[in-house]
């Protein structure tokens, strides 16, 4: 009686098993039962910067909940506060402000503690982080700027236009000013710019920029500076099979049909000459970028079947490079961690404040 | 250093929402400004309540309402939620976007109250954590030695 129900209620995507609907209740398995049996993960690839990974027998909305805490949970360092000393360079103010927060700095948001927002925050060396920067393009008297030479980061300009020269400003140029104890306490690992050439401004001769960025702990729901993935995406393992055999120069015609090259000749060994003894099988499923061109025309129709596995996660997770992929990855699984944890505390608290919410 | 032109926009600023700057002492030269400038203004304000729980009369159906929640604990919490077998119904929603908030309905069948049910599936949510960082750790130990034998065959060859 009680097993009807439930099962009425169920929609099929919450269906752990195909066999899902022979079984009593008493032996229906908890999600996490059922992943200790199941969840496997492959990792496809991974360095500093790019990590891919087969998420196996778990379901859509643990994948999501991952992919979206990656973007928008996971705690980084980015330049928030901009204090502006000197700017005549082309850029306004707010403009070199939001690009300099952009830049992804090295440091590990580990090593900070949240800064809680408003004028009450007080800015200390366990929070915040100082880089300067301080960029003149300071020409020697006489000097037209149009010299042969071009080091200094200096562009001598192209003296047949007679344009202008320019000095460009890199992210390089951010200089990390230890504040207290930081200078020992963050010795292993100084905290500087990601990716030094990254350009910020650049200077015509006599303009100047002077600026101090203060870094601060913060995650990509506040603002995408502090997202520490590049993308974090997954897709759905394609599975590609046959409903008869391909056989002949057909098999021929479907390898070449399909533009990321999934399917491979079989020669079956028999049959002789002009391929009549030719089979289309298919080698690589990962590539396949479900474009359909296979089962549109041709001899494809009606015999291969597109399909996805619905618990196959291919995840794919590119780092900005401020923290390599897996220890974001990581930490991701840490902050949905500490959301039930923070939720249960939440809802003892509540028992206790109104006397219990229906404990029985 | 010549003087040069950003001499002439001295104009300072005493909207300082950071008296304690450090390095004011620096720069005493009225030639060069001071202007505080936060690259991102807004703020979305936290909920005021992090967990309500909607009295009803029956204990065994009930609506959570979560503060500064979203979709990412919202649908697995669903889904872990669905797979308990107390469990008859379950939905979450979000309301609003541009509101903090989060609503489970969740409704239990006889033997268990509704919010001992929620209280299972957070722990359950927690094991799952638990489970997938042990299952990378593994995976990611087990990638690094079939790289460093990897690099090993290519030594040799």
């Known amino acids: ?360 | 250093m010549p003087r040069t032109k950003w001499g002439n926009k001295a104009k300072r600023q005493d909207t300082l929402a950071y008296p304690h700057l450090p390095c004011k002492d620096k720069f005493q030269s009225n030639q060069i400004r001071d202007s505080t400038m936060s690259v991102n203004e807004h703020r979305p304000q936290p909920a005021e309540k992090k967990f309500e729980s909607l009295e009803y009369t029956d204990e065994h159906s009930r609506t959570f309402v979560f503060g500064d929640e979203d979709h990412t604990l919202g649908n697995s919490l669903r889904h872990v939620l669905m797979g308990r077998k107390e469990t008859r119904f379950c939905g979450y929603s979000v309301p609003h976007p541009s509101e903090p908030k989060m609503n489970i309905r969740l409704q239990t069948s006889a033997t268990k109250p509704a919010l001992q049910v929620l209280k299972d599936g957070l722990h359950e949510m927690v094991e799952i954590c638990d489970l997938f960082d042990f299952t990378l750790d593994r995976a990611i130990s087990d990638y690094e030695e079939q790289q460093a034998d990897s690099t090993d065959e290519r030594g040799i060859h």
């Open chain 1, 1 to 360: 009686m009680a097993a009807t129900r439930i099962e009425a209620y169920r929609v099929e995507a919450d269906q752990l098993y195909e066999s899902y609907r022979s079984l009593t209740l008493a032996e229906v398995k908890t999600v996490v039962e059922h992943l200790r049996e199941k969840m496997r993960i492959h990792i496809v690839k991974m360095d500093v910067e790019e990590m891919v990974f087969d998420l196996i027998g778990a379901d859509a909305s643990f994948a999501n909940a991952l992919r979206r805490i990656l973007l928008a949970e996971v705690p980084s360092m980015a330049i928030e506060i901009v204090h502006v000393f000197a700017n005549s360079s082309i850029l306004h103010d707010e403009v070199l402000a939001h690009r300099l927060g952009l830049i992804p700095i090295l440091a590990d948001p580990a090593h900070f503690e949240d800064m809680l927002p408003g004028p009450a925050a007080e800015a200390n060396e366990h929070n915040t982080l100082v880089f300067e920067l301080d960029a003149a393009f300071v020409l020697p008297k006489g000097e037209t700027g149009r010299q042969k030479d071009s080091s200094n980061g200096i562009n001598t300009g192209d003296a047949s236009t007679l344009k202008a020269p320019t000095r460009n400003v890199y992210a390089k140029d951010l200089v990390w000013r230890p504040m207290g104890e930081q200078e020992t306490r963050l010795a292993e690992r100084v905290p500087q710019v990601a990716h030094p050439d990254i350009l910020i401004a650049k200077l015509k001769p006599g303009q100047r920029i002077k600026v101090e960025g203060w870094c601060r702990k913060g995650v990509g729901k506040d603002h995408a500076k502090y997202s520490p993935v590049g993308t974090a995406s997954y897709r759905l393992l394609p599975s590609i099979d046959f409903v008869e055999p391909v056989l002949g120069e057909e098999a021929d015609r479907l390898v070449e049909l399909c533009p990321m090259g999934v399917f491979d000749i079989e020669d079956l060994g028999k049959g002789g000459a002009r391929g009549a003894g030719r089979k289309a099988v298919v080698a690589r499923p990962r590539d396949c970028s479900m474009c359909r061109e296979c089962v549109r025309e041709g001899p494809g129709v009606g015999r291969v079947r597109l399909k996805r596995v619905a618990d196959h996660f291919i995840f794919s997770i590119e780092s900005v490079g401020t923290l390599a992929p897996d220890r974001v990855l990581k930490d991701a699984v840490r902050v949905l961690r500490e959301k039930c944890t923070s939720l249960l505390e939440a809802i003892e608290a509540e028992g206790r404040g109104e006397g219990g919410g229906g404990k029985g």
